[in-house]
């Protein structure tokens, strides 16, 4: 009796492991299957998502989404257009598929190619715009493609050419603000890119405007604008198909540029440690939006040594305020031992654009303190510099972008 109890004894101690381990097994096996198939339900949900496109930039017949902007830039082919003209508004397939504008162009005689605004005197243009535009009804999609330039004023003396790109904004309400890419070395440009705004009926496309801004790309300095054109909508008829449109480029309309607001700022020069102390305190008399509506001020400091940029900073975002207080203090390690020598700093009084993620925000106006200022900033400037360690506040009137 006692040698049986002893075998059953050992017999149950081996059973309890061999059933733990069975156990171990079959549950690892389940939470590998469970893992598995989870990964694959999400995978077909995410593969199953189209986000809708309310906005196309088609680059020489590639097109670029606007959700692969923020990340890694996926560049689809131009095959890929073509399935993209068969989504409807909410990105999925239809059983009709669209014809592309291009082809569609084929059949139909373009609208007369040159609109040049009358009184325009040629001699004073800085250049030649042109483009097209076209709306198609059945996706609601309002169509500028932005063909080339000719005759540009050059910015660059040395090599009489400049770096042009351009600026689109849909007025007046400014919630579309795109830019072409830069070409380098050219009077001429052929930029061949086609921008298209979703969601925008017929007759609200007579109520609009488009602003075309022409600038200059400056590596080391702000960008110099070339001119503009200013195109109303409300005489163009879109409803027979592409319409082809040349325009004279002008100077920047110095009236709409007029008003930037003032700028309070302290400044303090540290000598002892080679530091700039820049308070922005607050701005005043700032003007209204192109819609009539107020503006959601920030200011932005660049400090500069020679026409490198060394640093740059921010204030916070002041909703719905003509005149701001921002109480923010900056201090900028000076980048030679000479001191405020050959230092300069830049402030850019901004309006936020919080809903269009893609383009920049607008330039309200802009300050530039240093040696070289004259004025109100270089008399400022000069006082931290005869008196170190002395914070000293004045008010400036800002100038145009």
Known sequence: ILYNQHQRSE???????VGVA?????????????????????????????PPYKFVHMLKGVDIYPESLSGKKKFAAPTLHLDLEKRDLNGNFTTKPFHHHQNTLSSQAPTPAVDRPQGEDKEAGLGTLHFSLEYQPERKAFIVHIKEA???????????????????????EKKHRVKTRVLRKTLDPTFDETFSFYGISLARVSELALHFM??????????????????????????????????????????????????????????????????????????????NGPTDPYVKVNMYHGKKRVCKK??????????????????????????????????????????????????????????????????????????????????HVMSED
């Open 314 to 395: 921010k204030t916070h975002v002041k909703k719905s305020s003509p005149n701001p207080v921002f109480n923010e203090l900056f201090v900028f390690d000076l980048p030679s031992e000479e001191g405020l020598r050959d230092t300069s700093v830049e402030l850019l009084l901004m309006d936020s654009d919080m809903g269009n993620s893609r383009c920049p925000n607008t330039v309200i106006g802009r300050l530039v303190l240093g040696t070289s200022a004259a004025g109100t900033p270089g008399e400022h400037w000069r006082e931290i510099c005869d008196h170190p360690r002395r914070q000293i506040a004045k008010w």
């Open 11 to 17: 017999f149950d101690c081996i059973k309890l492991p």
């Open 22 to 50: 069975v156990v171990s097994v079959f549950g690892l096996v389940f939470t590998v299957s469970a893992f598995a198939w989870i990964c694959c339900q999400r995978k077909n949900t995410k593969s199953q998502k189209t």
């Open 150 to 172: 000719h005759g540009l004023t050059p910015t660059d003396e040395q090599s009489l050419t400049s770096d042009p790109y351009i600026k689109l904004t849909l007025l007046p």
């Open 214 to 291: 022409v600038l200059s790309f400056d590596r080391f300095s702000r960008d110099e604008v070339i001119g503009e054109t200013l195109v109303p909508l409300s005489g163009i008829d879109l409803s027979e198909g592409r319409v082809l449109m040349s325009r004279e480029i002008i100077k920047r309309n110095v009236k709409k540029s007029s008003g930037r607001g003032e700028l309070l700022l302290s400044l303090c020069y540290q000598s002892t440690t080679n530091t700039l102390t820049v308070v922005v305190l607050k701005a005043r008399h700032l003007p209204k939006t192109e819609n």
